[in-house]
């Protein structure tokens, strides 16, 4: 039996890692292997060397390199099919979550933001990336590879800014117009130059090329679906009118009070002392909507324009403060303060029929949201824009009330 | 990868972990050479494993946590000995017991063991 020395241990072991052997305990297996081979089968009288040479081909196909390849891929998508599960999972789960929480979102039931989150998630972030992965392995092809790697990284991208825009929140314009860029002037033709010249894929190629286009094409189109600019301009003009109207109906009421005898002056003060109060608890719910919403403070948002506004901002929040009957300043609190001026101005000597048109605060029913009580019907779904809109239009009719209240006690005289 | 002196590759292809696991399981602890040789010897020289299949699989089984390893120092030379986990053990169990039920069904499928009113 030959025993193998040091010197051609070494020997054997600078062979393994000059042919392309690097992980170390996959180099000793096969030293100690190559060793016991050696000493267990080498024939009297054959050379080391000679019978090394002989028996290497034993562990490989067309070179030793083949073994550390194996090895590596064996280790690394061990997770192989743990992937693939769960891909098909993350998939289902996306997809449901997705169709379920735009669902609820058409309907207005809770649970559709949390719904659609996390459906945008685990796609854009489990099912998306494992794409990537198993189609890393599975390409032979490099370019393939890179080029499916653009696509689908471009797809997070446009997942997440569809998620953001759903959500109402930031960035999520950027986000989508980025990934879509990307994808039609980057990705597409990519894609095409690639593939449309290897015989076997062009007719695909041409049909899914034309598919990206129109879908790319589309998104390219809609993802900028706001409000349009006329309408958003006609609206501010609109509310600058009542704005102008608010301030002149504030003049005329005043000078309408200054022209009023002495007598009558003592007769409609508690009126008068009424609407003003109510006026300021309008202001105040005014200030404090914006400020909630618009992140400035008090000074500001008294004078603030409804043009420098972010619309739909903190919208929920808003409304469950005006709607929180705790809080100091809420819808129901301002439905009873209503209710009292229209007391005080009954106690001062108008029937209830000359009231019967004054501040309607009768519920409505919208299609949207079915029949719903005065305080729903303008704050529970309000963004800042609606509340700022309503309460002006809402001083603009107590003023003119109140002149009408002091026509009217004029005529009684 | 596999040098199969009576039978072809297709038909022991993914039998390799069956194998080394239930030599394992049977011997205790082996090192690469000696799994190649025990193969040898109980099949009678009709089946051999080549050591360019064997060391990737006990490298990925003992990544997977099948195997556990030690090292014995043979004057300078590292000799790595493989021995079954917990979680080999009930591996080895399950691809044998699912090997012997794949047996069976081929024999049945393929007509191999003579039934009565077959002869």
Known sequence: MHRVSEKEEQLILDDIKRRGVVTEDLQHNLLDHVCCIIENEMPEGVSFLGFYESIIPRFFNKELKELQVETDNLIRFKNYYAMKKTLYIAGIVSSLMTILGAIFKTFHLQGASVLIVLGGLSFSFIFLPLIIALKFKDEESKTDKLVFGIGFLLAILVSVGVMFKLMHWPMANILMQVGITGFVFGYVPLYFITRVRRPELKFNTMVNTVLMLACGGFLYAMFNLGHSHYVRDSFFVMHQNMRHQVDNSNQELEERTAELNDSLKIDVQNVLEATAALKSYIERIRVNSIVTTQNTNEVNAATMNITSMSWGVSAERLQDELMDPEKELNGLELKQKILDWKKTIVESGLSDEDLEHWVDLDGMTTLEFGKQSWEEAHFGHATVVSVVTYLDQLSLELNMRTIQYLNIKEEQR | ?119
């Open chain 2, 1 to 119: 990868m596999y040098i199969c002196l009576m039978y072809s590759s297709e038909l022991i292809k993914g039998t390799l972990k069956t194998i080394v696991l239930n030599l394992l399981k049977e011997e205790g602890r082996m090192y690469g050479y000696e799994i190649t040789q025990r193969v040898k010897v109980l099949t009678e020289d009709k089946i051999q494993i080549t050591e360019g299949a064997l060391y990737p699989t006990l490298h990925a089984l003992e990544k997977n946590g099948e195997l556990e390893t030690e090292k014995e120092y043979i004057g300078k030379r590292v000799r790595k000995y493989y021995r079954l986990t917990d979680q080999g053990l009930e591996t080895a169990n399950d691809r044998v017991s699912e090997f012997s039920d794949f047996v069976n069904t081929m024999k049945f499928l393929l007509d191999l063991e003579p039934r009565l009113g077959n002869a």
